[in-house]
């Protein structure tokens, strides 16, 4: 079984940072994508950040300047780092991948979610 596993998160006050991880567990052949997603109580879930296998990076216009997506690839994980944290990134963040397993079955997982609070 392949899983998506994150940690960091935590209360942060605005202006400081945190960064949060995401490692990928399992019968894992390869990985595509990786990403970082964030769902804010009452609004729908978006992308922050992606980083694909070779490195190229996307960012939402909100984050950019701010945020910085890297991945290890020896290590199957993701991270986020972020910087001059603001209020308005308070939310849950959910890391995202799309993995080959051992089985050359494509999936689209999902991790569970950790929560971000920056305190004004």
């Known amino acids: 079984q392949v899983q998506l596993v994150e940690s960091g998160g935590g209360l942060v006050q605005a202006g400081g940072s945190l960064r949060v991880s995401c490692a990928a567990s399992?019968?894992?052949?390869?990985?595509?994508?990786m990403g970082w997603y964030r769902q804010a109580p009452g609004k729908q879930r978006e992308l922050v950040a992606s980083?694909?296998?070779?490195?190229?990076?996307n960012y939402a216009d909100s984050v950019k300047g701010r945020f910085t997506i890297s991945r290890d690839n020896a290590k199957n994980t993701v991270y986020l780092q972020m910087n001059s944290l603001k209020p308005e990134d308070t939310a849950v963040y959910y890391c995202?991948?799309?993995?080959?397993?051992?089985?050359?079955?494509?999936?689209?997982?999902w991790g569970q979610g950790t929560q971000v609070t920056v305190s004004s």
């Open positions: 399992g019968s894992i052949l390869s990985i595509n994508a």
């Open positions: 980083i694909t296998s070779g490195g190229s990076t």
């Open positions: 995202s991948a799309r993995v080959v397993a051992t089985t050359r079955a494509t999936l689209d997982l």
